[in-house]
């Protein structure tokens, strides 16, 4: 198995390609619920020292007014990415009123969905999008849904390192066409090994029993006030997180074989009708409930652990984006939020994610067929609510296998792709990283959601008083830590800067909502204010 590999990687190497895997570019997006001393749910807004959540480009919030998300820009190694996350929480944890941010993916105590308050970016008919959008969301799915917070690595190839794959290659299509297609070869890979991802770095094995309110989870109780699997690795991955369970019979799945067909998809969701959602209705007493009643309201409403990405325009649709520009990078979206770690990830993580992304693309990705799509599917939960399990056999071309074995597959697979990795960025982080995770494939026992159960079981606490104790020590971890004069002085000026930009967005906004989301859905047609 993966014996194309090595040649494939060879022959990247000797067209010079290997001279750029230094100038990929990496991003890093976290989101973390903001508390109140007691773990529950924050009731404030979003604190205004930190900025307008519209236009800071840094800090803004994800479905809640208590969710906070951290962005980093598309820096150029792993180590200034999450030094900019660091740098992002030094910033926040000082200006937070005696709140914490919560250190698991999975969220605090929930009396109810009354006590979620749905994140508000002002009265800007943009603002006014993203709020609907919210709305609609919990309708749709529910709002504890959306309170489970992630982890976004967002990677690029260089423009060079494409130029000279590219030239290797001999191909007869344009440049951008070349580049989306590896791309996208590079994603049905990565969804084909993804179940590998919640198994190394899953952190989200227990949660607490609020979160399901009076439904039944179908889990097992780890105490009165805990539920668990006992060989989960990432509940937030499993079919309670946030998924399109229903995509099948609502008439959509996205098709990763090329980008025409993957837009093709989305852009029949966006504007097909869904009975369901019709029953919601769009308007209620002149107030919208939700963007729309089709199948998706926008493409981020389709879950995908994996995306592919361009950057928009202002008001741009990102199917748009992608149809006129091509792919621009990768989000992987499968990272649950690491309790033991002040940052929710670390660096061994991501040099594993990084030679995760040229091993994917090196290696052999024919299209993915509707029995390997079930597969697919079907593996991501098996690992996500089973990983642990010595006895679990995943699905593989029709045949089943040991998630140890072909995890161990992988390992060796990559190993030559770490150390090519290693040779182009002078450094043995990468094999060190392949090194330093073997453990965990050859015993579960080591894995981040083993060592939470355990760490849970040995000073007999629940999840709530586990990632509450967690919680309380990144507080007092950030709050010792220095911030940079000039970074301080930066992310200062941005979050004056997006308070002045959102007061011109909201000053220059002269269409109607209505317009406005008329243009924005059929931009052909758009009409000038």
Same mark, same amino acid.
């Given at each position: 198995m993966y014996s194309e590999v090595e040649q494939n990687l060879r022959a990247l190497l000797e067209s010079g390609a290997d001279k750029f895997l230094q100038t990929s570019l990496i991003g890093i997006e976290k989101e973390s619920l903001r508390v109140n001393s007691e773990g529950k749910i924050s009731q404030t807004i979003h604190p205004q020292a930190l900025g307008s959540a519209l236009t800071n480009p840094s800090i803004t919030t994800d479905y809640s007014e208590a969710l906070i998300e951290f962005i980093s820009p598309p820096l150029e190694s792993i180590r200034k990415a999450l030094g900019y996350i660091e740098d992002l929480h030094k910033f @926040? *944890?000082?200006?937070?009123?005696?709140?914490? !941010?919560?250190?698991?993916?999975?969220?605090?105590?929930?009396?109810?969905?009354?006590?979620?308050?749905?994140?508000?970016?002002?009265?800007?008919?943009?603002?006014?999008?993203?709020?609907?959008?919210?709305e609609g969301l919990g309708h749709r799915y529910g709002k504890v849904m959306?309170?489970?917070?992630?982890?976004?690595?967002?990677y690029s190839y260089s423009d060079s390192f494409w130029q000279s794959y590219y030239q290797m290659a001999g191909e007869s299509t344009e440049l951008q066409e070349f580049i989306n297609e590896k791309y996208f070869s590079l994603i049905r890979n990565l969804l084909r090994v993804?179940?590998?991802?919640?198994?190394?770095?899953g952190a989200s094995p227990a949660v607490c029993k609020s979160f399901f309110g009076q439904s039944n989870s179908g889990l097992s109780?780890?105490?009165?006030? @805990? *539920?668990?699997?006992?060989?989960?690795?990432? !509940?937030?991955?499993?079919?309670?997180?946030?998924?399109?369970n229903e995509e099948n019979e609502k008439g959509i799945k996205a098709c990763y074989d090329n980008l025409e067909e993957y837009v093709a998809n989305l852009k029949f969701a966006i504007e097909t009708p869904c009975p369901e959602y019709q029953r919601v209705g769009v308007k209620k007493n002149g107030e919208y409930l939700q963007l729309n009643a089709n199948i998706l309201q926008i493409e981020n409403e389709y879950y995908s652990t994996v995306r592919p990405k361009q950057i928009t325009e202002p008001n741009e649709q990102p199917i748009n984006a992608l149809k006129k520009r091509g792919?621009?990078?990768?989000?992987?979206r499968s990272l649950d939020i690491n309790a033991f770690d002040p940052f929710g990830v670390n660096e061994k993580q991501l040099y594993f994610l990084e030679a995760l992304m040229l091993f994917c693309l090196v290696a052999d990705s024919p299209y993915i067929n509707p029995d390997e799509r079930e597969e697919i599917d079907k593996n991501e939960m098996l690992a996500a609510l089973q990983g642990r399990d010595p006895e679990l056999k995943l699905m593989r071309n029709g045949k089943n296998i040991s998630l140890q074995d072909w995890a161990l597959q992988v390992f060796e697979a990559m190993l030559p792709v770490c150390k090519a990795l290693d040779l182009a960025n002078a450094t043995s982080n990468y094999t060190a990283a392949l090194?330093?995770?073997?453990?965990?494939?050859?015993?579960?026992?080591?894995?981040?959601?083993?060592?939470?159960?355990?760490?849970?079981r040995e000073r007999g606490e629940g999840f709530y008083a586990f990632a509450k104790k967690m919680s309380v020590q990144h507080n007092n971890y950030f709050k010792q830590l220095a911030l940079n004069k000039e970074t301080g002085e930066l992310l200062q000026h941005q979050v004056n800067e997006s308070l002045s930009k959102l007061k011109e967005i909201e000053e220059n906004d002269h269409l109607s909502f209505d317009e406005f989301l008329d243009n924005y859905f059929n931009p052909g047609k758009a009409k000038t204010s």
């Open positions: @926040t *944890y000082k200006r937070l009123d005696n709140e914490l !941010l919560w250190a698991t993916s999975m969220p605090c105590i929930v009396k109810d969905e009354s006590n979620i308050p749905i994140a508000q970016y002002g009265r800007s008919n943009l603002g006014k999008m993203k709020t609907v959008y919210r959306q309170l489970i917070a992630g982890i976004h690595f967002n993804g179940w590998i991802i919640p198994y190394l770095f109780s780890f105490d009165d006030k @805990t *539920y668990f699997e006992p060989y989960a690795t990432s !509940l937030r991955m499993s079919d309670i997180g946030y998924q399109n792919v621009k990078y990768i989000e992987l090194d330093h995770l073997m453990p965990r494939v050859k015993d579960p026992d080591k894995t981040p959601s083993a060592r939470m159960i355990a760490e849970m």
